[in-house]
């Protein structure tokens, strides 16, 4: 059974991204009045990347060009730690969300790196940009895996995700604890309104501007590895909304996990055409909008414990 589960995570783990950024354009799509690209639209833009020759400024050093692919494999590696299915992951031991966390830290070092590699003081802006703002986004992460850790006793990712509903009074947590990662998607992913992956105004770009001189096979590789961050906190999200056992019912957990991770591309699509991405200066008010609703879990889980 394991094996499987573990087959059908590696699996969505590969292809959900592709699919869940197709979900994204379309609902964009749709709520500009037009049909919009098909869902499987960027596959075939990365593949046209992979068959692209690479340019290289001769300023750079060899950490550029193998910045990319540690970016990717960190966050293939991050994907397969996240509890995607609810209580299972092919990679699972004890205070395994401390890796899971500062493996994506690994990631987003390596690219803060690679784009001040290039010399370009307008990357280096970005890089600055993406330290500032990942600094406010982890005690978030924590304080939400604190009060999962304290509600449920597990200390194992996929315990804390996929056991935290079968808990009294989950139905008063489950809102803020959602909040809480809707919004770290957003940052992990740079999504609007934090960031915006389509913009070209240099005052407000994060994430594209420090990939901006990547080109071919290694921008295929940072677009892909964002689409799977965007797929992993969309599966933790349905890892806390899935009620079904993976190991008891592998065929219904897998499709109840499939269509809340769409359902989120569809939330991700309708934030960003119903919004505009937020002043530089609004970002990190909003970002702190996830340490609060995680603290607010804490603390209502602190409370609950001292009174049963």
Same mark, same amino acid.
């Given at each position: 059974?394991?094996?499987?589960?573990?087959?059908?995570?590696?699996?969505m783990a590969l292809s959900m991204p592709i699919l869940m950024a197709g979900v994204v354009n379309r609902t964009k799509a749709l709520w500009a009045g037009r049909k919009g690209?098909?869902?499987?639209?960027?596959?075939?833009?990365?593949?046209?990347?992979?068959?692209?020759?690479?340019?290289?400024s001769t300023l750079t050093? $060899?950490?550029?060009?193998?910045?990319a692919y540690v970016v990717l494999?960190? *966050?293939?590696?991050?994907?397969?730690?996240?509890?995607?299915? &609810?209580?299972?992951?092919?990679?699972?031991? #004890?205070?395994?969300?401390?890796? /899971? !966390?500062?493996?994506?830290?690994? *990631?987003?070092?390596?690219l803060m790196l690679s784009a001040?590699?290039? &010399?370009?003081? /307008?990357?280096? =802006?970005? *890089?600055a940009r993406e330290a500032s703002f990942s600094v406010l986004a982890e005690p978030a992460l924590f304080l939400l895996l604190g009060a999962a850790s304290v509600a449920?006793?597990?200390?194992?990712?996929?315990?804390?995700?996929?056991?935290?509903?079968?808990?009294?009074? /989950?139905?008063?947590?489950?809102?803020?604890a959602v909040i809480t990662?809707?919004?770290?998607?957003?940052?992990?992913? !740079?999504?609007?309104?934090? #960031? #915006?992956?389509?913009?070209?105004?240099?005052?407000? =770009?994060?994430?594209?501007?420090?990939?901006?001189?990547?080109?071919? $096979?290694?921008?295929?590789? =940072?677009?892909? *590895?964002?689409?799977?961050? =965007?797929?992993?906190?969309a599966g933790l999200i349905a890892a806390l909304l899935n009620p079904f056992d993976p190991m008891a019912s592998p065929a219904a957990c897998t499709l109840a996990s499939l269509l809340i991770m769409l359902g989120v591309a569809v939330?991700?699509?309708?934030?960003?055409?119903?919004?505009?991405?937020?002043?530089?200066r609004s970002v990190p008010g909003y970002v702190l909008v996830a340490s609060g609703t995680a603290a607010v879990c804490l603390a209502a889980v602190g409370w609950g414990a001292r009174w049963q």
């Open positions: 059974m394991k094996f499987l589960l573990s087959a059908i995570h590696i699996l690209p098909r869902l499987t639209q960027t596959g075939s833009d990365l593949l046209r990347l992979l068959k692209k020759q690479p340019v290289f050093t $060899p950490l550029f060009r193998v910045g494999v960190t *966050a293939a590696f991050a994907a397969m730690i996240a509890p995607v299915l &609810g209580a299972f992951a092919p990679v699972q031991f #004890d205070h395994d969300f401390v890796v /899971f !966390a500062y493996t994506l830290g690994l *990631a987003r070092i390596v001040l590699d290039v &010399g370009s003081s /307008f990357e280096g =802006m970005g *890089a449920t006793g597990y200390t194992s990712f996929a315990g804390l995700m996929g056991r935290w509903h079968a808990v009294a009074h /989950f139905e008063w947590l489950v809102v803020p990662l809707f919004v770290l998607l957003q940052v992990e992913a !740079a999504r609007v309104p934090v #960031d #915006d992956p389509l913009t070209h105004l240099e005052l407000t =770009m994060i994430h594209e501007v420090m990939i901006l001189d990547h080109s071919g $096979p290694e921008l295929a590789a =940072m677009q892909y *590895a964002a689409a799977l961050k =965007m797929t992993i906190y939330a991700v699509g309708c934030v960003e055409s119903l919004t505009a991405r937020f002043r530089m």
